[in-house]
């Protein structure tokens, strides 16, 4: 069976980009899903200073679950236009060990939030960002107004964007 592992870019304990994320990776057929939480790889803000102490645990354990899938889904939240501090730090942390912190993994690319936009900014910037990390980006979906659109217990609500993420799904071989 295959593993796809899925997580949100926030350390907040309600995100709904990990809500997100979790439902997408649950529209696979025939695989397995692991949702990891961010706030499970606590790690220092990144510094030349620190790497000289050693790599954390943390950093290594959240690679070692990286190569461990066949299929990323990630949903990022958007943070004044970017990636939140606690994902872009957690990308420094595991580029140090590999530049292709990805591992050429296929991965499918979210954002959402409450605003019209749905994360479109942080969405553009990992799109173009995240090959030359050694993604193999196979479809990007941005859920706009997250509150109207999405149900905790029926997931996406509005058949427009339930169909666009759909689709993007059946067309992903993995």
Request: no cysteine.
């Amino acid at each position: 069976m295959k593993k796809i592992i899925a997580f949100g870019g926030s350390t907040s304990q309600t995100s709904i980009n990990k809500q997100l994320a979790t439902y997408a990776a649950h529209l696979f057929t025939n695989a397995e899903v692991e949702v990891l939480d961010l706030n499970d790889y606590p790690l220092p803000v990144f510094s030349v200073d620190l790497e000289k102490e050693g790599m954390p645990q943390a950093a290594q354990d959240f690679y070692a679950k990286i190569g461990s899938a066949d299929l990323l889904v990630v949903s990022l939240a958007e943070h004044n236009g970017a990636y939140s501090a606690a994902f872009k730090n957690l990308l420094d942390w595991t580029s140090r060990i590999n530049g292709k912190n990805f591992q050429d993994k296929p991965m499918v690319l979210l954002a959402t939030s409450p605003g019209g936009r749905g994360g479109a900014s942080v969405l553009e910037i990992a799109k173009n960002r995240f090959p030359f990390q050694g993604a193999q980006v196979k479809g990007t979906f941005s859920l706009p107004s997250f509150y109207e659109n999405f149900d905790v217990n029926n997931g996406i609500i509005q058949p427009e964007y339930k169909a666009q993420l759909e689709a993007i799904v059946r067309g992903i071989e993995f």
